[in-house]
């Protein structure tokens, strides 16, 4: 049964800390997709990938957050320093190039003091 | 540009009452349309989709909508809530690219009553 994965589910950091969330897509998806989940805000697309080439980043704050792909099994997402109004679920979803359907992971529920 | 709306954050019905989800999306061109659930503390799952195929799509779980071109719309239904139906929905479009690029509406929690 393929599915995304995200490490860690939940993560508690301070105000200033970094952060470094994982997705690992399914095998064989060549695009991949950073979300953030909020009451506020609903469900953002911050960036996404590509054949591991970013492709669209524009609703990510530049300042602080970054998102790579190392290789083919990895997505990050990273933010540094990290700021209260970060506390969100960060959802990784990956995909093929046909249909354009996605498959998300569990999430990352992030909470900065 | 592509939009959706949802209308109707909130809905509540009584078990065993027809669910009626509503979508309206805009496209420059012929869309793909997706509904998809999220329960508590999980990710979204994939409810049913639409890629020009038949109009009337059936999905998971007794969910099915139907795609009016003229109307613009794509509303989810089941004839019969169950409790375990209680969830948020969410309408997405894509189209015009091969990317995968999604838009979201946002999303209309369902209650169902015993």
């Known amino acids: 049964d393929a599915r995304v994965t995200q490490t860690p589910r939940d993560k508690v950091t301070e105000m200033g800390q970094e952060v470094t969330m994982r997705c690992q897509p399914i095998l064989g998806h060549n695009t991949v997709f950073w979300y953030r989940q909020t009451m506020m805000q609903g469900l953002e697309l911050l960036a996404y990938f590509r054949n591991r080439a970013p492709l669209d980043d524009s609703g990510m704050p530049k300042d602080r957050f970054s998102a790579e792909m190392p290789d083919a099994t990895l997505a990050t997402l990273k933010i540094q320093p990290s700021e209260p109004r970060d506390s969100a679920v960060y959802f990784c979803a990956s995909g093929t190039s046909a249909y354009n359907e996605q498959f998300f992971g569990p999430g990352t529920r992030l909470t900065v003091l | 540009a592509q939009s959706v709306t949802q209308l109707g954050s909130h809905v509540s019905v009584s078990e065993g009452a027809l669910v009626l989800l509503r979508c309206n999306y805009s496209s420059s061109v012929p869309p793909y349309l997706f509904w998809y659930v999220q329960y508590p503390n999980q990710g979204l799952q994939l409810l049913l989709k639409?890629?020009?195929?038949?109009?009337l799509v059936k999905g998971i779980n007794g969910f099915e909508a139907e795609f009016k071109k003229s109307e613009t719309s794509f509303h989810l239904t089941k004839p019969s809530a169950h409790m375990s139906d209680a969830a948020e929905y969410f309408c997405a479009v894509a189209g015009g690219t091969s990317y995968g690029k999604l838009t979201f509406g946002q999303g209309t929690i369902l209650t169902v009553h015993p």
């Open positions: 639409y890629t020009s195929a038949a109009t």
